[in-house]
Each structure stands twice: as C-alpha cells, then as structure tokens.
C-alpha cells in the first residue's frame, strides 16, 4: 500500500507488515493506492471486495467489477 499525498515521508507499506502497533495512515483528502504486484486475472468479469479495519474499531468496505479486456 502507499499514500502518494504530498508531505508524506513514509508512503510504502507491506500489509504482511501491519499490525497492533504498526499501522498505515490515511488523511483527509488523501489517497491510499493498494498494488497487487503477483495478481494475474483471465479476460472477463472479476468481482473485487475489500475491507479494513479503522484502529480496531471500525470497519469499513468497498466492493465492486473489474473488467479485464481481451489482449489485442
């Protein structure tokens, strides 16, 4: 994970890495960027799902489709 925002010095993050005492920190009207470098996806429809949990209170998710196109 990263956070590209401006003035951040620590913006690379392994999630192995993160735990109870290690966290990864988002701003206001800022960006997390999530890279899946070993990801490899047929064509097609994909659904994608994710969840964090926020300081082991809340929890919060997006979900949505993917599409990847044929190679052309």
């Known amino acids: 994970m990263s956070n590209p925002s401006v003035g951040e010095g620590h913006t690379d993050t ?8 290690s966290g990864f ?3 206001r009207d ?3 960027v999530i890279e899946l470098p070993c990801l490899s996806l047929t ?3 994909h659904e994608v799902a994710a969840v964090f949990t926020l300081t ?3 929890e919060i998710g997006a979900e949505g489709e993917l ?3 044929e190679a052309g």
């Open 43 to 45: 064509p097609g429809r």
């Open 14 to 21: 392994a999630i192995a890495d993160l735990g109870p005492l």
């Open 67 to 69: 599409v990847i196109s």
């Open 56 to 58: 082991d209170v809340v």
């Open 30 to 32: 800022q960006n997390m």
């Open 25 to 27: 920190y988002v701003r």
